[in-house]
């Protein structure tokens, strides 16, 4: 069943658990195999009991929906400014993606960011994928529970988080200082490439500084959710 653009499906028992709780997020119809999932009432949300077929033909033979499926509005955007100025705390860390277009890549980074305390994962509007079903999943809920906030241009946006105070860190193979070696500023904006394309120059020379993870010989790089978490982790391990 074709879903109108502006809607979405979120599948899955965790991300429609999560997605329920969510106050952002606008629900439009829940399709369910009896006893998938606990929706209480007063979630005030339409569920429809149906045969696991349906549930096949609506998400696809192939998508793990677990037995739940849920027809959604897209989250509202977050402006980067409006977030900065809810934000405030003397250490956070945010994670900056550029040229990033895997949404699986991108649902892991949210998992991981939410599991290390981050508090926003920031990306360009241009050639990223929108907020879809597979993102969803492979953030495994985190999608509801820390902002994704999407910008027109990522080295200005560098340059707001400058201004309120934020030190951006790229991740980068080819810098001389290993991360673990450094001392993580209090309020840290990491930026990562994708594997392939790394960051664009602009981005790049937006850096305050660069640094790489320390690893042998025998891998050239990491895929980029497991080096996002390594890096959210060794600020983790600093100030908290």
Sequence with gaps: MAQPKQTLLLYGRHPVA?????????????????????????????????????LDALAGRDVPHQGVVAKCLPLPPLPLDDWLAQARADKMQVVLLDQ???PHNIGAILRSAVAFGAAAVILPDANTPDETGALAKSAS???????????????????????????????DGAAPAELPRQKLPAKCAFVMGSEGEGMRRLT???????????????????NVSNAAAIALYEWRRQHI
């Design 100 to 102: 990033v277009t895997d």
């Design 204 to 222: 790049l020379e937006s850096c305050d500084m660069l640094a790489r993870l320390p690893m042998g010989d025998a891998i050239e790089s990491l």
């Design 18 to 54: 999560l997605a329920l709780q969510n106050k952002r997020r606008a629900i439009l119809e829940i399709q369910m195999v009896s006893g998938a999932l606990d929706i209480p009432a007063s979630a005030g949300v339409p569920v429809r009991i149906v045969p696991k077929a349906q």
């Design 141 to 171: 809920g985190a999608l509801e529970l820390i902002p994704l906030i999407r910008v027109p241009n990522l080295a200005r946006a560098m340059e707001r988080l400058k201004k309120d105070g934020f030190w951006c860190i790229g991740l």
